[in-house]
């Protein structure tokens, strides 16, 4: 029998532009739940609680970039989501834990250990063009290999389980487990209908 290597398929996905400013908001976030337990326990509650205008203030005040943009919560996660040139879709940018496992559950100790882990990538990616070139063609092209490569670079923790390309549509998820919790937390760069 002859087997045939299928590749993934090409997929659209953001620009660099989009995916540095993305970064841009982004960055100062994860940066302040990173250094202040409070500040991030105050996030938790927001999540979990579902409510969005706590979440803003809180997001605001942090990364004023971030005014105007449309927020989310699931109970157990969150979504930041940036405008692009269409009118049903947007960019998000988030962290939650896998739906079906749980509700109602945002650890802030797990929160703080992601946005640790994250932040060099984030960085990376808000200041260096080249790079959010490399990463927004390798995801269009579905080159997954190279994709895992350039986040891993920068995110070098051994609670990042896997990097993948796995979304409803194009995107990466960055999957984290941490031995303090059963739960698997997903960091998010993708598209989304609105």
């Not at 970039?65 to 960019?91: D, Q, T």
Request: net charge positive; charged share 20%.
């Amino acid at each position: 029998m002859v087997k045939k290597k299928l590749s993934r398929q090409p997929q659209r996905f953001v620009s660099a532009r989009v995916l540095q400013n993305t970064a841009r908001v982004m960055y100062p976030f994860y940066r302040a739940i990173a250094c202040h337990k409070k500040y991030a326990e105050r996030w938790s509650k927001a999540v979990i609680t579902t409510d969005l205008d706590k979440m803003a203030r809180l997001l605001i005040k942090v990364s004023p970039r971030a005014k105007g943009l449309s927020l989310g919560s699931n109970g157990i996660g969150y979504f930041v989501g940036f405008p692009v040139k269409h009118p049903y879709l947007e960019f998000s940018s988030g962290t939650t834990i896998i739906p079906g496992t749980t509700q109602f559950t945002f650890n802030p100790r797990i929160h703080q250990a992601i946005a640790r882990a994250v932040l060099p990538f984030y960085y990376k990616l808000a200041k260096d063009r080249s790079f959010a070139v490399s990463l927004s063609d390798a995801v269009r092209s579905g080159n997954e290999k190279l994709v895992r490569h350039l986040i891993r670079s920068f995110v070098r923790t051994p609670a990042l389980i896997s990097v993948k390309m796995d979304l409803d549509g194009p995107g990466i998820s960055l999957n984290f487990k941490y031995k303090s919790t059963k739960y698997t937390y997903r960091n998010l760069l993708f598209i989304d209908q609105t």
